[in-house]
């Protein structure tokens, strides 16, 4: 058997790769495990945000100690493919599914990682294989006890070689690829090995800290059948904090509080993540206008909101709620491996990022840094580990960006060709299609690039960029930011067959996979950054910034406390509302 160390003697904060696989490395193989039924309550390292999270606690009668008997109405711009697997998903998931949904691996207030369905997790020493131990007395909606048979089988559902075979999803495809073997190793615990090492696997397919969800499912007879998909579409079950009612197709989902959820005291946990509500109606309404008139009639509860609506929403007795660093500008020059593309030179890629005036698009469009922040590169921003100021975007320099162009051989944009500009309206993010033609606008008036911004289904595009048929193209998109960007650049520039790849450079995959496979504590970080920084000057992805998401609060929410670094609902145990 391997030797390995645990993972789980004290919370982690999810800056973990340090604190968790690093600096816990070093520990003696067989260190002192913290008992199933008594998870460690002493803080670790705090994640930087600009405003840190605490729970409120309950000040009325109706909420000190007990449940509100009411509803609450929780309105969402959209909700994807309306999926309940994210093995599946196309997007929109996370605006849904961790409602009913409990990982291996929570978090809290703090951004601490804590113990989960997973009492214990370890790393063997060759940094291969990821051990968990199921915790006893976790249940499903339905009263059934979730086993190390259902944790085996969603693992092998999501991750297993054959996966790639049905998965959608990106990050379980790019999972399934480096997957040795998935098996169960004893009554309790379950294990899977890699082919290569990938030190924070533990926080991208484990945790709630994730910025795409991994929830544990019921066992199924098969891995993959068509009808049990759509059977458990249309009856989805979990084991977190509420259970599905039922689902009014682009309408309506409905869910009632989970009372035997096991993250409770009487579970010997410290706090109570169980809801302080009866039931909750999350509803679909992508327009603003008709979310801020609900939540000023009383017709809604929480709804993402804009500072445009933040006068409407005070008036009525609202507020604005601002969950800090969501979501972040993913925009990608695809195809640029291919010599026929003008993107192929990378003069060409920085002098589109030279053009944009990042800090007009903040201030003129989104309101002002309050929502919108311009630091980051891609999917590193500042809570991201790895991350330094020499990451910001580019500034804004029109002529360094027509130097670039025209020693690129596109003087003026002659030879350039058109360059279509694909995006969506964001279920997450404000002004998405607004920032395309912004960005559009630039390229045009500055380098003469005759530029077209095309405004698409989500689903689709994202299919249309796995299957390269937008090479050539730019898709300027939203995406989830997190604290760490390991997973997603291994998937765009180490994995020579991933179908979304942004490159064909053997030099660029072997340093991305060897960055990755750091472990060592004095190293790891370090080793980030230099592969961000070598990644950003290739700009592939062009450096935007990210958006601080706004949520629109009615007055019957007495409190509530969004997590960082959640574009999506969070923190539900936070809420309270008015007798």
Known sequence: MQSRVNLTSKPLAIVAPLL???????????????????????????????????????????????????????????????????????????????????????????????????????????????????RDGVKFHDGTPLTAEDVLWTWQHQWSPEAVEWATQSGAQSRARIMEKIEQTGPNEVSLTTKVVDASFFIGAFSAAASGPWPIFPKRDKLHDEAAVEAFAKNPMGAGPMSFVRGIPSEVIEFERFGDYYYQPDNGFPEDFRVKFTSMDLRLVPEEATRVAAIRSGEADIAPGSLDSKAQVESAGGRIVFGQEGIYLRVMQLGCWDPAIPCFNQKVRQA???????????????????????????????????????????????????????????????????????????????????????AADYWKNELGIDTEVRVGDESNLKKATLARTLNGQVLWRDNEAGVD???INRSGYGTPDHSARFHERPEIFEMVQQATAVTDPAEQVASKNNMYRRLRDEHYELGIGYVNIPWAVGPRVLTWEPFPLAFYPSAYHTITLEP
Request: aromatic share 10%; charged share 15%; net charge negative.
């Open 485 to 487: 960007a390991v997973s």
């Open 352 to 438: 589109m990022a030279y053009a944009i005036d990042k800090e007009a698009m903040r201030d003129q469009l989104f309101g002002g840094p309050e929502v919108f922040q311009v630091k980051g590169w891609a999917k590193v921003t500042p809570s991201t580990v790895g991350y330094t100021p020499d990451l910001d975007p580019f500034p804004y320099d029109p002529e360094k960006a027509r130097q670039l162009l025209s020693e690129a051989g596109f003087p003026n944009g002659e030879g350039f060709g058109k360059l279509i500009v694909n995006t969506w309206v964001s279920t997450a993010m404000p002004f998405l299609p607004e920032s395309a033609q912004l």
């Open 20 to 134: 968790a696989v690093l600096l816990l490395l070093l520990v003696a193989c067989g260190s002192a495990a913290q008992p199933a039924d008594a998870p460690a309550s002493e803080p670790g390292a705090v994640l930087p945000t600009s405003a840190p999270a605490s729970v409120a606690e309950p000040t009325t009668a109706a909420t000190a100690g007990g449940v509100h008997p009411g509803n609450l109405t929780w309105m969402v711009g959209g909700w994807g493919s309306g999926n309940f697997d994210y093995t599946y998903d196309v997007g929109g998931i996370n605006n849904y599914l961790r409602f009913y949904s409990a990982f291996l691996i929570e978090t809290n207030e703090k951004t601490e990682l804590i113990p989960g369905i997973a009492s214990e997790w370890s790393l063997s020493e060759d940094g291969k294989t990821w051990s968990v131990t199921v």
